[in-house]
């Protein structure tokens, strides 16, 4: 099967898009939202991520424990659960819309227009998976940096750090950017290949007229369906 170029920049966004939509979903899965580290004890690390804080004992035991209470959590580990449920079933409905009108999919009787506005309606949506993505990693690590660097807090007490899952949240975001935008430039470089109804051809000659400006004169004439050579 030959891909045209607007295939295969619809296939680069959809892997783009699905790769970005199983790190979301690693992502938010993941504890290591925050890390720290307690001078006191080395062989202890805390990990805190947006469903459950975890202690992890070297050579003993992981120990997590998931929060009793929504309404208890900071505003941002408030907030960041709604969003990046919202990015996954945006980045999900995407991807369904967007594999519906690329080339891979032949439905049977499906216009090219219908399939171009399911392309530019699924990149649409991941591009808004990747902010509601971005917004709630970035938030957590903002407040994470405005902790870690409180003047009113004494130096002794243990400061949260970034974890693991933030990096993971950002690469995440970049993708589902990076392949809402290809499926998007695919929606627009692509063209209906459709031929034309009409096509020049000879006209009878006009009364009076000679014979060269009978054959010189043109006039739009139907296409025939089925053209015999």
């Given amino acids: 099967m030959a891909w045209s170029f607007h295939g295969k920049v619809q296939l680069g966004g959809l892997l783009l898009s699905l790769l970005g939509w199983v790190c979301s979903c690693v992502s938010t899965a993941l504890p290591q939202w925050k ?30 424990k998931a929060f009793e209470s ?55 949506l991941e ?4 902010a509601t993505m971005l917004f709630p990693v970035s938030w957590v690590a903002h407040s994470t940096i405005r902790d870690f660097w409180d003047d009113s807090v004494p130096e002794i007490v243990p400061r949260w750090e ?29 063209k209906e290949d459709v031929p034309s109804a009409w096509i020049a051809g000879p006209a009878a000659p006009l009364p009076g007229a000679t014979g060269e400006e009978s054959h010189s004169f043109l006039h739009l004439t139907p296409r025939p369906r089925i053209m015999v050579i």
């Fill in 35 to 64: 890390t720290l580290n307690l001078d006191l004890n080395q062989m202890e690390t805390w990990t805190l991520g947006l469903w459950q804080v975890c202690v992890d004992q070297e050579e003993v035991a992981t120990v997590c």
């Fill in 162 to 190: 970034f974890g693991d899952a933030l990096f993971l949240g950002w690469t995440a975001g970049v993708f589902l950017a990076l392949g809402g935008l290809l499926l998007i430039l695919s929606a627009c470089v692509g």
């Fill in 70 to 124: 929504f309404l208890a959590l900071p505003l941002e580990l408030q907030v960041s659960r709604i969003l990046v449920v919202a990015s996954h079933m945006l980045g999900l409905l995407g991807l369904l819309l967007s594999a519906s009108g690329s080339e891979c999919f032949r439905f049977h009787r499906m216009k090219w227009v219908y399939k171009r506005q399911f392309c530019l309606l699924g990149g649409t």
């Fill in 127 to 130: 591009v808004s998976a990747s």
